[in-house]
């Protein structure tokens, strides 16, 4: 084997420079589906990070658009490239927008749409359009309620003549799912296509990705990932008899087979469905609990994603996890959803996840969020990474919750009431999950620690990754948080890292038209210890396609490294490689 140590040095850059940069070193990748990974066209494995963008959608105020403007979309694409190196974002839709009243879907609406959804495709991203409602429809709510819910049309609601909404005394929007009846009926009549709604929701949704279809490029559609059918299913209410895993069986199943023909009657055959089980399979609180992720379904195979969301629900109360989060802390529960889809012969994706940025359990955003990114990137804590990193499994693709730049700048009128104008935050709910905000100079802005958010990640291996594992050195106020130690049986790779960001990837290398790709955070000027040949482009750490076990570590030293130290690296990680991934 040939061994080559490389010291890239980093280039200062502007953030227009670097989305510049980025739109040419990064095309558009047909991406499918390869056993439990996604797959470009030359056979690379892809992880896809990014955000969803936005909860705008579930606004009235931009008429159910993510953006005011192209010109907000343009901007807020080329700050996410720059800011955080995402490569992916899922794009809420709402019918409430697409089929304002029965009949032809809304054209206006939909050319809105594409030009918003083609900022982002020629930023490079993958885009994964997702039909979203929350609490079935704001039409559900009176003008004074606490709540309300975004998704279907006005006129779906009419049609039901469902009662007055109450929750009663709910902590939570959430408990409405539960408990208020209205959402429970008008959610049930759904699934049961009562008075043909669904048979209407479907019928313009081929009518939309028809439009999406033929008013984007053949480049642009080939950024289109695929399509999230349903936001956060559930069925309102259990049939006498039924339980959760038989609902998703008998309904949510065959809804979604319904769901995949009108993609294949759209022109979308060649991309997958991104279907997601009852939204509860995977809570966190046992009482929440309604077990799913389609035991019974069988194999999916590649043309559907298992695409799941997970909230951290304990350490939201404020009562059931009174502290902050830890290393590992979501390893179980990521490790699920890894087996979940390989038991289903298909790749998942995490679409939704985050922790509120203010409130009474805030404090806790920093660890959740770190301790989640932690389990994406591997399913075993940093504690044992070193010594078992074959346990990994894939790295996840995932999009947090969210990606705002109206964050606290809102004009909302909740359920149309001029009385309640809601500006802060996320205007919905009163949540606050973005991590973006417009500052007053006009600038896309972090509310994050940029540490936490712009990672080192193997964007595209040429081969199959064995295993990843990402220091980030985020923060907790003022307490820097590292949860990965490079044990003592591995000195001079201890030395070398000190107390910077580093990443180690192993993988099973092949001869791909197309090298091995991490994203390296803005302002790393990274060390990368290997034995294949390196090079730099843009934002990006690209390792030769060469056949064969490879390892590779990207390190941000002090200080320069000798010669002798990068030997001695080399050396025990060529060792440790050998004898810990097999």
């Given at each position: 084997?040939?061994?080559?140590v ?25 991406l499918?589906?390869?056993g439990?990974?996604?797959v470009?066209e030359y ?8 955000f969803?963008?936005?909860g705008?959608?579930k606004?009235a105020?931009?008429?159910?658009l ?24 899922r ?15 809304n ?5 809105a749409?594409t ?18 409602q ?19 049309p ?6 039901g ?7 009663g ?13 209205a959402?429970?009926?008008a959610?049930?009549d ?9 048979d209407e ?7 939309t ?7 984007l490029?053949a ?5 289109i990932?695929?399509m ?8 309102g ?7 959760s ?23 979308w ?17 046992s ?10 379904t ?6 559907y ?5 997970f ?8 009562v059931?996890?009174p502290?902050?989060?830890g ?5 179980a529960?990521?490790?699920t959803?890894r087996?979940?889809a ?7 994706i ?30 075993v804590s ?15 693709s995932?999009?947090?919750?969210q ?9 909302e ?10 500006t ?10 973005s991590?973006?905000?417009t500052?007053?100079d006009?600038?896309?802005q972090?509310?994050?620690d ?8 193997p ?23 590292t ?8 000195p ?18 092949t001869a ?43 390190a ?23 004898g810990?991934?097999?």
């Amino acid at each position: 084997m040939r061994m080559l140590v490389a010291l890239l040095t980093a280039v200062a850059m502007t953030s227009g420079v670097v989305a510049s940069a980025v739109a040419e070193d990064v095309p558009q990748h047909r991406l499918t589906v390869r056993g439990s990974a996604f797959v470009d066209e030359y056979g690379r494995e892809v992880v896809l990070r990014g955000f969803n963008v936005s909860g705008e959608t579930k606004l009235a105020e931009s008429g159910f658009l993510p953006f005011a403007n192209a010109a907000d979309a343009r901007r807020s694409a080329q700050a996410m490239r720059a800011l955080t190196g995402a490569n992916a974002v899922r794009f809420p839709i709402a019918w409430a927008g697409t089929q304002p009243v029965r009949g032809p879907v809304n054209t206006p609406y939909l050319a809105a749409l594409t030009d918003q959804l083609k900022a982002f495709l020629d930023e490079g991203f993958a885009v994964l359009p997702d039909f979203h409602q929350d609490l079935f429809s704001r039409y559900l709510f009176n003008r004074g309620s606490w709540y309300t819910g975004d998704g279907a049309p006005k006129w779906v609601v009419d049609l039901g003549g469902y009662p007055a909404e109450s929750c009663g005394i709910c902590a939570h929007w959430g408990q409405n799912i539960t408990q208020n009846g209205a959402v429970q009926d008008a959610t049930k009549d759904f699934w049961h296509n009562a008075r043909g709604v669904q048979d209407e929701f479907v019928g313009q949704a081929v009518q939309t990705m028809t439009y999406l279809r033929t008013n984007l490029s053949a480049a642009q559609f080939a950024g289109i990932a695929g399509m999230d059918p349903y936001n956060e299913p559930f069925a309102g209410r259990y049939d006498s008899g039924q339980d959760s895993k038989a609902w998703e069986q008998n309904v949510l199943w065959p809804f979604f087979q319904r769901f995949r023909a009108a993609m294949d009657s759209a022109g979308w055959q060649d991309k997958p469905a991104f279907v997601e089980p009852n939204m509860f399979w995977n809570a966190n609180i046992s009482f929440q609990l309604h077990p799913g992720g389609f035991q019974d379904t069988g194999v999916l195979g590649p043309r559907y994603v298992f695409n799941t969301h997970f909230y951290d629900q304990l350490a939201q109360s404020g009562v059931f996890m009174p502290g902050k989060a830890g290393d590992g802390q979501y390893s179980a529960n990521f490790a699920t959803v890894r087996d979940r889809a390989a038991a289903l012969g298909t790749a998942a994706i995490v679409t939704e996840f985050g922790h509120p940025l203010t409130g009474y359990t805030s404090d806790k955003a920093p660890t959740v969020d770190k301790a989640m990114y932690q389990a994406l990137d591997s399913r075993v804590s940093g504690a044992n990474w070193w010594r078992r990193p074959a346990d990994s499994g894939p790295v996840l693709s995932a999009t947090q919750w969210q990606w705002d730049i109206y964050s606290g700048r809102h004009h909302e009128l909740m359920n149309d009431n001029p009385d309640k104008v809601k500006t802060d935050g996320d205007a919905w709910n009163g949540e606050d999950f973005s991590s973006a905000r417009t500052a007053d100079d006009a600038t896309v802005q972090l509310r994050q620690d940029v540490r936490l958010l712009d990672r080192l990640y193997p964007a595209a291996v040429a081969g199959h990754t064995l295993a990843f594992t990402y220091e980030d050195r985020s923060r907790d106020g003022s307490q820097t948080l590292t949860w990965n130690q490079i044990p003592s049986a591995l000195p001079a790779t201890a030395a070398l890292t000190g107390a910077g960001r580093y990443g180690v990837l192993v993988w099973q290398g092949t001869a791909s038209g197309a090298p091995t790709e991490l994203h390296v955070p803005a302002g790393m000027t990274p060390t990368v210890v290997t034995d294949v040949s390196v090079t730099r482009a843009g934002d990006r750490v690209q390792l030769a396609a060469t056949p064969g076990l490879h390892y590779a570590l990207i390190a941000e030293p002090s200080t320069a490294p000798t010669a002798a130290q990068l030997t001695a690296v080399r050396t025990e990680l060529a060792a440790w490689a050998a004898g810990a991934v097999k």
